[in-house]
């Protein structure tokens, strides 16, 4: 991921795409954006179970979503007092839960280039380091602690982590945890772009 945002950002330097593509790369983005978000549908429309334990779950198993948008939402109301960087663009940042490719698209349309790569960069650290840390807290803290800091990406990339470390019933919680952060990523960057 990271290969391709440096190649990215080289190519246009550089200017080694051709001109057409850069006139139409905003066009780009956006269809880019909307098959993304159509594979994420059709991927939960096809897994039939993992449907049926999203309506079967426990009701306390959606405090743990709750939980996180609280401590995201608050880090990064605080991260904005030790960064220059604005309120409401440090929330919209936090408010990508982990999605580093859709909120980053959102922020960069919005509030431009710069704000979109810290977004970007600030998600991708944040899937890179719950891949690291999901073993040490499930084993130390508890298998449910151990789905917060995967935030939306605990229906997809870190569920077979959390699904071996934290355990099965641990892995459902976490699908419905990743369902509904990723259903409020672009609600809530949205919300904090437009204050």
């Known amino acids: ?34 098959l993304l978000l159509f594979i994420v549908g059709f991927d939960i429309g096809r897994d039939t179970e993992a449907l049926k334990r999203l309506f079967t ?18 880090g990064g109301f605080v991260a904005s007092f030790l960064i220059p960087i604005s309120i409401k663009h440090s929330m919209a940042i936090a408010s990508g839960f982990g999605w580093y490719s859709l909120s980053a698209v959102i922020i960069s349309k919005s509030a431009g280039s710069d704000l979109g790569s810290i977004a970007f960069l600030s998600n991708v650290f ?27 990406t605990s229906m997809d990339t870190t569920l077979p982590i959390i699904q ?3 355990g099965d019933e641990a892995a459902v919680v ?20 437009e204050l």
């Open 164 to 166: 071996k470390y934290a």
């Open 126 to 152: 944040r899937e890179s380091m719950s891949i690291l840390a999901i073993p040490i807290i499930s084993k130390y803290l508890g298998p449910f602690i151990a789905i917060p800091p995967a935030g939306a």
């Open 1 to 34: 991921m990271i290969i391709a945002v440096i190649s990215g950002a080289i190519s246009s330097q550089l200017n080694l795409l051709p001109h057409f593509f850069l006139s139409y790369s905003s066009d780009i983005t956006d269809y880019a954006l909307y």
């Open 174 to 193: 976490a699908f419905l945890h990743g369902f509904i952060l990723s259903a409020l990523v672009p609600v809530f960057v949205s919300f904090f772009l």
């Open 57 to 74: 779950a426990d009701r306390y198993a959606f405090l743990i979503p709750l939980g996180t948008i609280i401590g995201t939402l608050f």
